[in-house]
């Protein structure tokens, strides 16, 4: 079964960074798609970022440019750096996990499982 714990949300003004983290075991975070998916209130789940076996990190345009996705190697965390924060940020923020070949390993795939979220707030 696979489990993931994310951390780091909290509230910001505008402008401002957070920095999620979500903790994985050794062998998901090593040999499964990883990635961060947020849903605001009355919205559809949004994929914003993904990474696969080797690296590769396709971003949806919404962020790309604003928020960066890695792996902590040290900690088996996967990281979203998340700058330049928007108002419409404000959303609940999950890392998702999946065993999926590499060619779906995109933020418009849906990962199998999921972690219960990190909350953000961007206040204007």
């Known amino acids: 079964q696979v489990q993931l714990v994310e951390s780091g949300g909290g509230s910001v003004q505008a402008g401002g960074s957070l920095r999620l983290s979500c903790a994985a075991s050794a062998y998901t975070y090593n040999t499964y798609c990883m990635g961060w998916f947020r849903q605001a209130p009355g919205k559809e789940r949004e994929g914003l970022a993904v990474i696969d076996i080797f690296g590769s990190t396709p971003y949806a345009l919404s962020v790309k440019g604003r928020f960066t996705v890695s792996k902590d190697n040290a900690k088996n965390t996967l990281d979203l750096q998340m700058n330049s924060l928007k108002p419409e940020d404000t959303a609940m923020y999950y890392c998702?996990?999946?065993?999926?070949?590499?060619?779906?390993?995109?933020?418009?795939?849906?990962?199998?499982?999921w972690g219960r979220g990190t909350p953000v707030t961007v206040s204007s």
């Open positions: 998702a996990a999946d065993s999926v070949p590499i060619w779906v390993c995109l933020p418009s795939y849906e990962l199998a499982s």
